[in-house]
């Protein structure tokens, strides 16, 4: 049985904030597929399928980048949506965002963000987080589709 590797779905407005985010991701050794998003409405619909139900991402190996202020929905709608859906509810999302606002931030977790981190960062510690995730990936067994 070959695995598949993570997919990276990075869900970004900002085009300079991907390309740092991309290249840090690159520079910490992580090769792992990247598919990028500038709004939410593409991002859930590559997500969730075009019915909505997020059956096409169902087994897959996903890792989600998340900003918060995205130009068509908010990231916490998405992370809502994301964590609330039975097909996706165990895909890391990483919220990676401008806003520090110690309200919005609990919101994410109690919602069910893993990690939380705001910009401008220390590219060199998100790079190793990101680093660390993909060792995360490697050493645990994604559950096979039902």
Do not use: W
Not at 40 to 66: E, I, M, N, Q, R
């Amino acid at each position: 049985m070959s695995e598949l590797p993570v997919e990276i779905v990075m869900i970004e407005d900002d085009g300079g904030h991907a390309r740092l985010i991309e290249k840090n991701i690159r520079r910490a050794g992580v090769n792992n597929p990247i598919t990028p998003f500038s709004n939410g409405t593409d991002a859930v619909t590559y997500l969730f399928g075009g019915d909505g139900s997020g059956l096409t991402s169902k087994g897959k190996p996903l890792l989600v980048l998340l900003d918060l202020n995205l130009p068509d929905m908010t990231g916490v709608e998405i992370l809502g949506r994301i964590k609330s859906n039975e097909h996706l509810k165990r895909v890391p999302v990483v919220v990676l965002t401008t806003t520090d606002d110690a309200v919005e931030i609990q919101r994410c977790y109690d919602l069910g963000c893993n990690v939380y981190i705001t910009k401008p960062v220390n590219y060199d510690n998100f790079a190793n987080a990101i680093r660390q995730l993909g060792l995360f990936f490697s050493v645990i067994q994604v559950p096979s589709p039902d």
